[in-house]
T-cell receptor, first 114, second 114 residues
Framework: KAGVTQTPRYLIKTRGQQVTLSCSPI?????VSWYQQTPGQGLQFLFEYFSETQRNKGNFPGRFSGRQFSNSRSEMNVSTLELGDSALYLC?????????????FGSGTQLSVL | GENVEQHPSTLSVQEGDSAVIKCTYS??????FPWYKQELGKRPQLIID???NVGEKKDQRIAVTLNKTAKHFSLHITETQPEDSAVYFC?????WGSGDKLTFGTGTRLAVRP
């Protein structure tokens, strides 16, 4: 099976712009979760989608949003970018849940906000 | 919400020695405790996980112990090898239900000296 695929691999944006990141889960996986990774802060949970519905949400402002399609592919959107949004954004897929089973991570999208 | 603290932030050991990383969690309802390894420039990968009905779990050179009373769990790596050099993240979650999320520690950078 193909692994979790994230596109694009790198993004450079300026403050105030918006960005959309994409994640294709492993075939058969229905849960997709997103994480922000920054040096010193580790991995911070953004949200989880299951069956096209947001199941859980982390402590991020409303500028961060996402969605999931019927084929389980997911997108994450960040509007009105701020310098502090520069980070590696990882998505992970799992069979049913992001909180009690193995997560398979993608390679991430490295976002730089200038 | 759940808070996971991880220590030490950096750890350097001689090849062949043991390494121990400790994490504490705040929510006594947490039931699922995975450990992820992230090599430089690569995606995190699950190396071992434990659930609250088990006190210890081993997989070759890796073991995890859980003390629910004290709310802490530890990763033990024996006979360390250079390929064990990576950042290790612990995490905790309740493991079910709406509003649950996987909370990660801030990571431990392990360096194994040849």
């Amino acid at each position: 099976k193909a692994g979790v695929t994230q596109t694009p691999r790198y993004l450079i944006k300026t403050r105030g712009q918006q960005v959309t990141l994409s994640c294709s889960p492993i075939s058969g996986h229905r849960s997709v979760s997103w994480y922000q990774q920054t040096p010193g802060q580790g991995l911070q949970f953004l949200f989880e989608y299951f069956s096209e519905t947001q199941r859980n949400k982390g402590n991020f402002p409303g500028r961060f949003s996402g969605r999931q399609f019927s084929n389980s592919r997911s997108e994450m959107n960040v509007s009105t970018l701020e310098l502090g949004d520069s980070a590696l954004y990882l998505c992970a897929s799992s069979l049913e849940s992001a909180t009690n089973e193995k997560l398979f991570f993608g390679s991430g999208t490295q976002l730089s906000v200038l | 919400g759940e808070n996971v603290e991880q220590h030490p932030s950096t750890l350097s050991v001689q090849e062949g020695d043991s390494a121990v990383i400790k994490c504490t969690y705040s929510d006594s309802a947490s039931n699922y405790f995975p450990w992820y390894k992230q090599e430089l420039g690569k995606r995190p990968q699950l190396i071992i996980d434990i659930r609250s009905n088990v006190g210890e779990k081993k997989d070759q050179r890796i073991a995890v112990t859980l003390n629910k009373t004290a709310k802490h769990f530890s990763l033990h790596i024996t006979e360390t090898q250079p390929e064990d050099s990576a950042v290790y993240f612990c995490a905790a979650s309740i493991g079910w239900g709406s509003g649950d999320k996987l909370t990660f520690g801030t990571g431990t950078r392990l360096a194994v000296r040849p």
